[in-house]
């Protein structure tokens, strides 16, 4: 899907994960205007306690927002057949019972699953494109599917080559201190691509993670400590080390 580029900020957060205080406070310290456009890569829910929320406050706003696999998880879990039980399981082991814990109406459960499948996979801003895990380097575009969009890590994060000449990839999905070379609260950069995933539910980082792409900077709630920062994007990235 594209999006016309706005004549605001873009800005793009990756995976929340639940944690509805921290991404409140990220959105009061970056105070969107009119004309900012606020992308979320997916991986609204699941893991931490207020999952509802933050689905609610991005469907409210009516901010841009991809399908990550933990919404993969929820809507196969919840599908238009019913519910799949073996699927629930799945999904429940994977932080789907602190998202369900977080619900206190069935309505607004199914309402927010129909709103999660109409989710696209992917933005194309121009020199920016937004997916929740990645692209399969050996695939064209059309080739792809949501097993590699949501899905993918190794193969994507171990190309040597840039899969766009002229767009950066910027993604979720895989935690960035999981990449070689990369330090807690980092922002990891391969070869074309940026992942902003900096872990906030994760005790060993805590950081949710927001990129202004107009002007190359990065601001960062911790959801533990609740300390704000604010860098220049070269400031606080790390090139992972294939």
Same mark, same amino acid.
């Given at each position: 899907m594209s999006q016309a580029k706005p004549g605001?900020?873009?800005?793009v957060i990756g995976d929340v994960h639940g944690q509805y205080a921290a991404l409140s406070q990220l959105l009061e310290a970056i105070a969107p205007g009119v004309d900012d456009r606020i992308y979320?890569?997916?991986d609204l829910v699941d893991r931490g306690p207020d999952s509802a929320a933050v689905v609610e406050l991005v469907r409210h706003h009516d901010y841009y927002c991809l399908r990550g696999n933990h919404e993969e998880m929820m809507m196969a879990a919840f599908s238009q057949k019913g519910l799949d039980t073996s699927k629930l399981l799945f999904w429940g082991g994977c932080g789907g019972q602190e998202t369900l814990a977080s619900? @206190?109406?069935q309505d607004l459960l199914w309402e927010h699953v129909r709103w999660l499948q109409t989710l696209p996979?992917?933005?194309d801003l121009g020199d920016l494109w937004l997916v929740h895990a990645g692209v399969d380097p050996t695939l064209t575009l059309g080739e792809q599917t949501s097993q590699e969009f949501c899905w993918i890590r190794d193969l994507f994060h171990q190309s040597d080559e840039p899969y766009f000449a002229d767009k950066t990839i910027v993604t979720g999905h895989?935690?960035?201190?999981t990449l070689p070379g990369v330090n807690p609260g980092q922002v990891a950069q391969g070869v074309g691509w940026l992942d902003i995933d900096t872990g906030a539910y994760h005790r060993r980082s805590g950081w949710l993670t927001a990129l202004?792409? @107009?002007n190359q900077e990065v601001w960062?709630?911790?959801t533990f400590s609740r300390d704000c920062r604010h860098n220049p994007l070269e400031n606080i990235t790390a090139m992972i080390r294939l």
């Open positions: 605001g900020r873009q800005i979320f890569l997916g619900y @206190t109406s996979l992917y933005f895989t935690i960035s201190f202004d792409w @107009t960062q709630v911790n």
